[in-house]
Each structure stands twice: as C-alpha cells, then as structure tokens.
C-alpha cells in the first residue's frame, strides 16, 4: 500500500523559510513523478511544485518560481520542498503527492496518492 507521510510544516515570520519533506513506502514497481499542492484557507487545492522520476525535470508554479525548489532522494523515498522568502499568501495546508502515469504531476485529477497534509502558516 503506498503511503505518502509529510512533515517539516509549522509558523514563520514573512522572509523566512521552512523545509517540507514527504516520506514515500510503498512505491515499487512504478516510476513516480511526485509533487506538491497546496490549500489555502477557504480555497481550491492548487499545485504547487513537481519533480520527475529522475529528477531532472522540474516545474515550479509561478507563485513557487525562485523562491521554492523541489528536490528527491530515491535512495530515502523522500521528496523535500525548500521555501524561501515565504509571504503570508503562502499559508496554506501543503500535500505531497504521487502520480505513477506521468512524467510530472500537475493538476489534482492525475494524482494517486495524496499525503495527509501539514500545515505552513506564514505571519506579516
């Protein structure tokens, strides 16, 4: 059974940074692009970040690009999401997902397997 399990979440002050990780079991068999969405209060889920198998593809949503960077270790089943420079539009609850059909994963109705969620709150 795949798992997705993220932690790393927590407060911080506008400029700051934070460093989500998500654990992968039970991903065999299949090459797994992985990504990262996020939900801000009262929104729609929106994607965030994605990293291919391999980890030489990446795409950043224009609101991640040069302040985020998403990065894997096969070796550790772990995907990491370096935040920088964070700004309070970033307060969301953040998902680490799993797309097994795809290079990357872009949009909601292609992941397979969703993380339960961390909470990133971002104070001015």
């Known amino acids: 059974q795949v798992q997705l399990v993220e932690s790393g979440g927590g407060m911080v002050q506008a400029g700051g940074s934070l460093r989500l990780s998500c654990a992968a079991s039970?991903?065999?068999?299949?090459?797994?692009?992985m990504g990262w969405f996020r939900q801000p209060p009262e929104k729609e889920r929106e994607f965030v970040a994605s990293?291919?198998?391999?980890?030489?593809?990446?795409y950043y949503a224009d609101s991640a690009k040069g302040r985020f960077t998403i990065s894997r270790d096969n070796a550790k089943s772990t995907v990491y999401l370096q935040m920088n420079s964070l700004k309070p539009e970033d307060t969301a609850v953040y998902y680490c997902?799993?797309?097994?059909?795809?290079?990357?994963?872009?949009?909601?109705?292609?992941?397979?397997?969703w993380g339960q969620g961390t909470q990133v709150t971002v104070s001015s």
């Open positions: 039970g991903l065999t068999g299949r090459r797994y692009a």
């Open positions: 997902a799993a797309d097994g059909d795809s290079i990357l994963v872009l949009n909601t109705n292609e992941v397979d397997v």
């Open positions: 990293i291919s198998w391999s980890g030489g593809n990446t």
